[in-house]
């Protein structure tokens, strides 16, 4: 029995719902959260370090945040249209990256809202452990990478870039 189609004309079976939303959404979202994680850890701990005043590492975390989220949704927006690599609209792409980057950095800055510096960094160190585990996780979930080694991987880097900015303060506080 043949099939009514040649085997040229034979449909291509779209990708999955479950490749399409990790592509279009937890790709997107993913890449915010890391950056927004991550790239805003050196300048709040510098900031914290440097001033001694929770309050001035607040406003370096929001600015971070915000400016960090306003960068990398448009970059994201603007990396490509979406027809050639299925990634989905760049606008809707672009929204998701920069608000998961908002979110990310602006997690680990809300406790610098406390008074106390001390109290602020202590929730902020657990805070930024807390996020680098839910990345790991993500990736894990999501991305299906070996847990153990993507939660090595994001600990890791975060750790890295972390003890930059406390470095930096330091540095910059003559101590």
Do not use: C, N
């Not at 043949?2 to 990790?22: E, G, K, N, R, Y």
């Not at 993507?150 to 506080?173: C, N, S, Y």
Request: charged share 10%.
């Amino acid at each position: 029995m043949s099939s009514p189609l040649p085997p040229q004309a034979t449909p291509t079976p779209a990708p999955p719902h479950d490749h399409t939303f990790v592509l279009q959404k937890v790709q997107p979202a993913l890449l915010g959260l890391m950056d927004g994680s991550v790239s805003t850890l050196a300048p709040i701990f510098a900031a914290a370090g440097l001033t001694g005043k929770p309050i001035d590492a607040f406003f370096v975390g929001l600015a971070a945040s915000l400016g960090a989220g306003i960068s990398m949704g448009l970059a994201e927006a603007l990396s490509d249209d979406g027809k050639v690599s299925g990634r989905g609209t760049p606008v809707v792409r672009g929204v998701i990256t920069g608000f998961a980057t908002i979110l990310g950095g602006m997690l680990h800055t809300l406790p610098f809202l406390l008074p106390d510096l001390r109290t602020a960094l202590t929730l902020a160190y657990v805070v930024v452990l807390a996020e680098l585990v839910v990345i790991a996780l993500i990736r894990w979930k999501y991305m299906r990478s070996p847990l153990g080694q993507t939660i090595f991987q994001v600990i890791v880097g975060g750790a890295v870039v972390f003890g930059v900015g406390v470095w930096l303060g330091r540095l910059g506080a003559g101590g």
